[in-house]
């Protein structure tokens, strides 16, 4: 069983930064991608941003050029940097990993935009 456990959300102002983070419980070369989802109040969740195990990344056409998705393997650790941001990114963002097993969720963390 994969613990996931994310870090960094809060409030910030429109324009503002934050760095989400997500340590696993286990190397993360063990995973097949590990991605983003977020979820604003009355919304489905949506994937925001994912990374395979090769690196490559995709986003979301909202977050393009805005976030960024990175991994440190030392530190089994996977974040997200994301800059001007909106309060359209307002949500609860969740790490989730996928393995040849399953998949696994974090608990998630509060962002939220607003002035």
């Known amino acids: 069983q994969v613990q996931l456990v994310e870090s960094g959300g809060g409030l910030v102002q429109p324009g503002g930064s934050l760095r989400l983070s997500c340590a696993a419980s286990?190397?993360?070369?063990?995973?097949?991608?590990m991605g983003w989802y977020r979820q604003a109040p009355g919304k489905e969740r949506e994937l925001v941003a994912a990374?395979?195990?090769?690196?490559?990344?995709d986003y979301v056409d909202s977050v393009k050029g805005r976030f960024t998705i990175s991994r440190e393997t030392a530190k089994n650790t996977v974040y997200l940097q994301m800059n001007s941001l909106k309060p359209e990114d307002t949500a609860v963002y969740y790490c989730i990993t996928l393995k040849d097993n399953g998949s696994y969720w974090g608990q998630g963390t509060q962002v939220t935009v607003s002035s």
């Open positions: 286990e190397s993360i070369f063990s995973f097949n991608a």
């Open positions: 990374i395979t195990s090769g690196g490559s990344t």
